[in-house]
């Protein structure tokens, strides 16, 4: 948990608190604590810009707004290492499944780095913590009567001398016909699925069709017997996002309503199934579904921060007769995994009988596409994280990706918007005034903030129209509503720019320079109060802005004028280096060729 310093740069502390200049609370601003946790991505293989988009790049966003605004924050995250995807990622790579899973954490922890995730802790769903919470809460649900071993018919590979279960099997979806459907779930459709649903199965490991069904036992979590206790709660969110709730209400209640699922498979690699401290008697060699263990993870993450000495007593963040009753936790996802997070993850939580925290407020995103298609791990097609960092800074990737932010519908990344909103945006509004200011100034003036007069009616209009876009930027960012925040941050950008050329200084000056210097100081304290607003969005340029101005505590803006005159006259600063260069056509188009991919 931090309120300070983000991946070595100071991080500008609340003045404000957080009331609204009337004094009252704004939504999300009257919890002092803050919870938040993104979906875990698998551990195979490096993950595209949509997957970023969908859950981590937005989570970290309100994290740091949060800490900006004074609030106690624990953001974390960590990789999914269980199951199916891990097998088959190792054996394809040649490496047994531990060694492979140890080695893609450290490259999905370094690419979160780069990208400025500030995690407080980036753990594994293969942690011995996860391991015995898991264990206990499969005890817990027993105990409760909510699990119960069933005898299902499973798929049997002949050619592979093993069971199939949900993601070593691949077929047409009964649903929409996808023909590369999951044996748990048709990412096509995100419709749930058993392995036997499929029609033309085969196995994911040989491509065998030489398949037979046969009789096996596993644990089955009774989840329609949680289905009032869900639905009353799924109903008292009135202030989830309508992809939300749509989501978890058609899962509810379409078709035979809420059904029960299996939480074991028939795999090495997972949590051994084990009734708390005790052996399960019929259960040998099996594992925890992948989908039962890993929203655990959320849970042991807390306990892995604080083995590793990042913090202290976990347990006030996760359990509400230790604290955890004044937390407000959110949860960032892509809308696939809304189901298991509004229905499975809740039956374990509550059926435990355990005063563990239920999530307060789901931010769900639709997908992102590329170029005219979809990101595709097996074409090549589209810009996966690494990739993304090995031609352009993390801020460039941060912001068209938050300001175009799937919320309400599915969006679409083409190089050609990228290149437009990279260009205009950060070069051309933001990077700009930075430039003009703070070269006019060292020219004119020297290095240091200048006197200079009292502010005029021009520079009191400005003040104004600020303080109601940086309170709109306030609500729509407590809101977590990301584009409209964003398109609110540009305007305050572009506000400065209108001012600038507006007052003329570089012109007053011949005249006026007493006024010129009065401009050019409400140019830098503006270049302040951007950094300060700007670090959720593009954190790496607004420690840039703070560092050449020479405000690294700088803190969230309270009084906008008050805000505005924080630098006094003799204020020393540098000019900085380009915050943003723009990017060519020739530079576009070579991107645009090299991340095509294979078309189908």
């Known amino acids: 948990m931090r309120k300070g310093p983000c991946h070595g740069k100071l991080w500008p502390f609340c003045e404000a608190g957080g009331k609204d200049a009337a004094g009252t609370q704004r939504k999300g601003q009257d919890v002092a604590r803050h919870l938040i946790t993104s979906a875990i991505p698998y551990i195979n293989g490096i993950k595209h810009l949509g997957n970023l988009v969908g859950s981590q790049l937005p989570a970290d966003l309100y994290a740091r707004y949060l800490r900006g605004r004074g609030h106690e924050v624990l953001f974390l995250c960590a990789t999914d290492e269980h199951g199916t995807p891990a097998e088959l990622a190792a054996a394809k790579a040649g490496q047994p499944v531990a060694e492979y899973c140890a080695e893609m954490h450290q490259v999905q922890a370094r690419l979160a780095e780069g990208f400025r995730l500030s995690f407080d802790h980036f753990g594994r769903s293969s942690s011995p913590q996860n391991h015995r919470l898991t264990q206990h809460f499969a005890g817990r649900l027993a105990d409760a009567g909510l699990i119960e071993d069933v005898s299902e018919r499973q798929v049997y590979s002949v050619a592979d001398r093993r069971f199939l279960p949900d993601r070593y099997i691949e077929g047409t979806c009964p649903n929409c016909g996808y023909d590369r459907a999951r044996g748990d779930q048709c990412e096509n459709c995100t419709k749930q699925l058993d392995p036997t649903d499929l029609i033309n199965p085969r196995s994911a490991i040989s491509g065998s069709t030489d398949l037979e069904v046969r009789e096996t036992k596993h644990l089955y979590l009774r989840q329609s017997a949680m289905r009032k206790q869900l639905s009353d709660w799924i109903d008292s969110k009135a202030d989830w996002p309508i992809l939300t709730t749509s989501i978890a209400k058609k899962w509810l209640n379409d078709g035979d309503g809420l059904q029960d699922r299996g939480i074991t498979r028939d795999l090495d690699w997972g949590v051994p199934v084990r009734r708390g401290d005790r052996d399960w008697p019929g259960m040998e060699g099996k594992v925890f579904y992948v989908w039962f263990d890993a929203p655990i993870e959320y849970i042991a993450c807390a306990q892995e921060w604080q083995d590793a000495g990042k913090g202290a007593d976990w347990e006030r963040w996760w359990r509400t007769d230790k604290g955890a009753d004044d937390v407000r936790y959110t949860q960032f996802m892509g809308k696939d995994n809304v189901p298991f997070h509004t229905l499975s993850f809740p039956v374990t939580i509550m059926g435990s009988g355990e005063p563990w925290k239920l999530v307060d407020y789901i931010k769900s995103f639709n997908y992102l596409n590329y170029d005219g298609g979809q990101f595709s791990t097996s074409q090549g097609r589209g810009v996966f994280m690494d990739q993304a960092l090995s031609i352009l800074p993390a801020d460039y990737w941060r912001w068209w990706l938050l300001s175009h932010a799937p919320e309400t519908a599915d969006s679409e990344f083409t190089w050609e918007n990228f290149q437009a909103s990279v260009n205009k945006d950060l070069a051309d509004v933001l990077g700009n005034f930075v430039s003009r200011v703070t070269k006019f100034c060292r020219s004119k003036f020297g290095e240091a903030v200048p006197e200079g007069g009292e502010w005029g009616a021009r520079e009191t209009a400005l003040v104004a129209d600020l303080e109601a876009r940086v309170r709109a930027y306030e609500r729509h960012m407590d809101a977590i509503e990301v584009r409209k925040a964003a398109a609110e941050l540009r305007a305050i950008w572009a506000a400065g720019n209108e001012y600038l050329q507006a007052a003329g200084p570089w012109t007053v000056i ?91």
């Open 510 to 600: 011949k005249t006026d320079p007493e006024t010129a210097a009065m401009q050019t100081r409400l140019g830098l304290n503006l270049i302040r109060l951007y950094a300060v607003l700007s670090a959720p969005f593009i954190p790496d340029a607004a420690a840039t802005m703070l560092g050449a101005i020479g405000a690294e505590g700088a803190g969230w803006p309270g009084d906008l004028a008050t805000a505005l005159t924080a630098l006094p006259a003799g204020h020393g600063f540098e000019v900085p280096e380009v915050l943003f260069a723009k990017i060519s056509d020739e530079d576009r188009a070579e991107w645009q060729a090299r991340f095509a991919g294979v078309r189908t």
